[in-house]
């Protein structure tokens, strides 16, 4: 069975940095990508950002030059380095990793950004 479990959130003030790391296993095919969303209270599940088996990444205009996705080697653990962060970062950030075009979800790890 195909985990997906993220790690790395907390508490931080507004500028302070964190990084996230998800890792996925258990899967029998060769992963298509990984990505990162998150969701405030209230709102909806949105992008922050994505990388491919092939390493191209995307992101959402509101991270774009202050978050970074990277992965390791093997392409099933993906990180987020956040950097100046903003309260309006606070949400669940969940991970998510595609195998044989089938998604797959992680819990969520809880990032507030708060003075």
């Known amino acids: 069975q195909v985990q997906v479990v993220e790690s790395g959130g907390g508490l931080v003030q507004p500028g302070g940095s964190l990084r996230l790391s998800c890792a996925a296993s258990g899967s029998k095919f060769s992963i298509n990508g990984m990505g990162w969303y998150r969701q405030a209270p209230g709102k909806q599940r949105e992008l922050v950002a994505t990388i491919t088996s092939g390493g191209s990444t995307n992101y959402a205009d509101s991270v774009k030059g202050r978050f970074t996705i990277s992965r390791d080697n093997a392409k099933t653990t993906v990180y987020l380095q956040m950097n100046n962060l903003k309260p309006e970062d606070t949400a669940v950030y969940y991970c998510?990793?595609?195998?044989?075009?089938?998604?797959?979800w992680g819990q969520g790890t809880q990032v507030t950004v708060s003075s």
């Open positions: 998510n990793a595609i195998f044989a075009w089938r998604t797959y």
